[in-house]
């Protein structure tokens, strides 16, 4: 089936069916709606070879990975969530492996000079981040996941980081805990940036003193934090919770946690970012996870429909997508211990 035979079907124009189908805000939510269940129902698909035609290149988006430690757990299921979603519009996903910045600098002004690519996902960016003013300056369309601060506009989406954090460290002050570890991702990236920022925030508001000896940045593995908790439970005033920045950290945490003969929930408590994997689920821990929860797939679909639009024509300076994150309470997370429950621990 071709736009035209689906537009003719619906008595609406090819452009007002096009539009609806890469969810231009100026198509009514009905219509919009109406055209998706026809083209579902119909089976309806954009034609590809169309596509590279009209535009001059493949229908692909580009993925540049710093190395090989950047295919984890978390861009893993991510992977799996934007690929899904570009696989129903019969678009691929072309991924390349660099070894440092002036390699992915290279890869990036190769991809536009062949117009190998419709469009490249930027990832993990720092606060003023160089590599979207170049993609902008070699107009190489990009949805950035997460965000930077650059004058030129560009299309991105977010979760909530900062207030994430702020949460749940406000969450742990109510519950009486003054000494809060904050077990961080990579210095400088703007996702740690605003983590520390909302935990620093949760602190300031509650006049709680900001010891920089416990805030950790390392990578989300579960042998970083291990040894960063083990370090930190051996501290005159060690912590009595902690902020783990991923499930992966959470692990380590819990396995330094329990050499030190403390018991998870009741000596010391934990809140974990979840990026909700399938096969690590914090309901089903002993003892189960308190966690902000945002899932990682879900992000990843979502990016691949911001992809549509900004292909569609979309500007990308209405493209900004910040979504909200969940705070689960569970039984990782309890009131502070008593002095006397603390030595006894020990």
């Given at each position: ?7 003719e ?5 090819q ?11 100026e ?7 109406r ?6 129902r119909?089976g ?5 070879n ?12 580009g ?21 899904t ?5 019969e ?19 190769r ?28 107009r ?21 980081n900062?207030?994430?954090?702020e ?9 009486g805990?003054r ?13 740690a ?12 508001d ?15 593995t579960?042998?970083?934090?291990f ?7 051996e501290?005159?005033q ?5 902020l783990a920045g ?17 018991n ?18 914090a309901?089903n ?7 902000t ?15 549509q ?9 209405s ?26 621990a020990?």
């Amino acid at each position: 089936m071709r736009l035209k035979d689906l537009a003719e079907h619906l008595g609406l124009s090819q452009t007002t069916v096009s539009r609806a189908l890469n969810g231009y805000p100026e198509v009514n939510e009905a219509t919009r709606l109406r055209v998706m269940e026809t083209a579902d129902r119909l089976g309806y698909r954009p034609n590809a070879n169309a596509l590279r035609l009209a535009t001059g290149r493949a229908s692909t988006i580009g993925l540049v990975l710093r190395g090989s430690t950047e295919f984890g757990p978390h861009m893993t299921e991510f992977l799996a969530g934007i690929g899904t979603g570009l696989a129903h519009k019969e678009m691929d996903i072309l991924v390349s492996t660099v070894d440092n910045h002036e390699e992915e600098v290279a890869t990036y002004r190769r991809l536009a000079a062949s117009q190998s690519v419709n469009a490249v996902l930027l990832h993990s960016p720092t606060l003023h981040d160089d590599r979207a003013r170049l993609l902008t300056k070699l107009r190489l369309p990009f949805v950035l996941h997460g965000r930077t601060e650059i004058d030129e506009p560009h299309a991105w989406f977010d979760i909530d980081n900062q207030g994430a954090m702020e949460r749940a460290a406000s969450h742990l002050i109510d519950l009486g805990h003054r000494r809060i570890a904050l077990l961080n991702g990579i210095k400088g990236r703007t996702f740690a940036e605003h983590r520390e920022a909302g935990y620093c925030t949760a602190l300031m508001d509650r006049n709680v003193p900001i010891d920089r000896g416990l805030i950790a940045n390392s990578s989300f593995t579960d042998e970083a934090a291990f040894r960063i908790t083990q370090t930190m439970l051996e501290l005159p005033q060690p912590p009595t919770a902690f902020l783990a920045g991923s499930m992966m950290t959470a692990l380590g945490v819990f396995r330094a946690v329990r050499i030190a003969g403390l018991n998870l929930g009741e000596d010391v408590s934990m809140i974990a970012h979840d990026d909700v994997f399938p096969y690590l689920n914090a309901d089903n821990m002993v003892p189960s996870m308190s966690t902000t929860r945002s899932s990682m797939r879900s992000a990843g679909v979502r990016i691949a429909e911001l992809f549509q639009q900004l292909l569609a024509g979309k500007p990308v300076e209405s493209i900004h997508e910040l979504w909200p994150v969940d705070l689960v309470l569970r039984q990782s997370s309890g009131p502070a211990p008593t002095k006397t429950q603390a030595s006894t621990a020990k």
